[in-house]
């Protein structure tokens, strides 16, 4: 590695940071410096490597060809860094950071999370709720917890539970509810991007979509299931969502069929280093609830 003996560390990182985010200005405030800063940075890192990494125009930068090709190197050599630090922070302080969705966390998992603490009273766990993608790779997170098909590039998975999903409603509303074909009859819940639709569970029972009428629509899928033990309505939910709310009568599954959607919860850490006592820990612990489905 003598050859990085002759750039500047600054240099290369204000390249990097200008060439991901597509401006001067959005480089300088990710770095805490001013534009001019950046921009000279970048001009001393160019001389340096002796190329243009940047094309300039009006609308920002673009990478020279040769830009395009030092720039994933450095992008991906920074990630390396960044998960570096992030993990010696990690072990510092102690504290096992989880990124999961707003509605798994205040529907399932902090209910549950004593039952952690108890087995392992020397692991702290911090709960990020956000519905934002994040990196576990170049973040102060150690574990995401994520809805999908185990797709996602430069992680590693392990898939927790398949997911199931059928109708509930309010144990009012399910008296009226005696076969599948009578879910016409009634407001549908819903949300305006699900994830999946009506037609995995109304399929398999011989229906399909254009039977539904119309109901209340909400932003997410917690507020879909308030909405269903309110009594407003019928929710196709998730089975981990709707589990609390079942067995404290709040809601009433009127159906027995549950069915898959082809959509998994995953456990999801970074793609190098090893996994610590505490996220193997925190897996087992996990995957354990989830199979018992409480």
Same mark, same amino acid.
């Given at each position: 590695?003598?050859?990085?003996?002759?750039?500047?560390?600054?240099?290369?990182?204000?390249?990097?940071?200008?060439?991901?985010?597509?401006?001067?200005?959005?480089?300088?405030?990710?770095?805490? $410096?001013?534009?001019?800063? $950046?921009?000279?940075?970048?001009?001393?890192?160019?001389?340096?490597?002796?190329?243009?990494?940047?094309?300039?125009?009006?609308?920002?930068?673009?990478?020279?060809?040769?830009?395009?090709?030092?720039?994933?190197? @450095?992008?991906?050599?920074?990630?390396? +860094?960044?998960?570096?630090?992030?993990?010696?922070?990690?072990?510092?302080?102690?504290?096992?950071?989880?990124?999961?969705? /707003?509605?798994?966390?205040?529907?399932?998992?902090?209910?549950?999370?004593?039952?952690?603490?108890?087995?392992?009273?020397? $692991?702290?766990?911090? +709960?990020?709720?956000?519905?934002?993608? $994040?990196?576990?790779?170049?973040?102060?997170?150690?574990?995401?917890?994520?809805?999908?098909?185990?797709?996602? /590039?430069?992680?590693?998975?392990?898939?927790? @539970?398949?997911?199931?999903?059928?109708?509930?409603?309010?144990?009012?509303?399910?008296?009226?509810?005696?076969?599948?074909?009578?879910?016409?009859?009634?407001?549908?819940?819903?949300? /305006?991007?699900?994830?999946?639709?009506?037609?995995?569970?109304?399929?398999?029972?011989?229906?399909?979509?254009?039977?539904?009428?119309?109901?209340?629509?909400?932003?997410?899928?917690?507020?879909?299931?308030?909405?269903?033990?309110?009594?407003?309505?019928?929710?196709?939910?998730?089975?981990?969502?709707?589990?609390?709310?079942?067995?404290?009568?709040?809601?009433?599954?009127?159906?027995?069929?549950?069915?898959?959607?082809?959509?998994?919860?995953?456990?999801?850490?970074?793609?190098?280093? /090893?996994?610590?006592?505490?996220?193997?820990?925190?897996?087992?612990?996990?995957?354990?609830?989830?199979?018992?489905?409480?």
């Amino acid at each position: 590695m003598r050859n990085l003996n002759r750039f500047h560390l600054n240099g290369l990182r204000a390249l990097e940071a200008a060439g991901r985010l597509g401006s001067l200005r959005a480089a300088a405030e990710e770095l805490g $410096v001013t534009i001019g800063a $950046v921009s000279q940075q970048v001009l001393k890192a160019e001389e340096q490597l002796g190329r243009p990494v940047f094309e300039r125009h009006s609308r920002g930068l673009s990478p020279t060809p040769f830009g395009l090709e030092i720039l994933g190197y @450095l992008g991906a050599g920074f990630a390396e +860094i960044s998960a570096g630090v992030a993990l010696a922070d990690r072990r510092r302080d102690g504290v096992l950071t989880v990124s999961v969705a /707003p509605v798994f966390a205040s529907k399932w998992l902090v209910w549950r999370l004593q039952r952690f603490h108890e087995q392992y009273p020397d $692991v702290r766990v911090r +709960i990020d709720a956000d519905v934002s993608l $994040v990196d576990p790779n170049t973040s102060d997170v150690d574990v995401c917890i994520r809805v999908g098909r185990g797709n996602w /590039p430069n992680v590693r998975a392990e898939k927790l @539970l398949d997911q199931l999903v059928f109708p509930v409603c309010s144990p009012a509303l399910a008296q009226h509810l005696q076969y599948p074909r009578d879910l016409a009859h009634v407001p549908i819940v819903s949300e /305006p991007t699900p994830m999946f639709g009506w037609n995995v569970w109304l399929n398999p029972n011989g229906l399909d979509e254009r039977i539904l009428g119309d109901g209340p629509v909400f932003s997410d899928a917690s507020l879909c299931l308030d909405a269903a033990v309110a009594g407003q309505g019928v929710f196709l939910a998730w089975e981990t969502l709707a589990h609390d709310a079942l067995t404290m009568g709040r809601l009433a599954a009127p159906f027995p069929g549950r069915y898959p959607t082809g959509i998994s919860y995953w456990f999801i850490t970074p793609r190098i280093g /090893p996994q610590s006592r505490s996220v193997r820990a925190f897996y087992g612990w996990l995957k354990a609830e989830l199979d018992q489905r409480v």
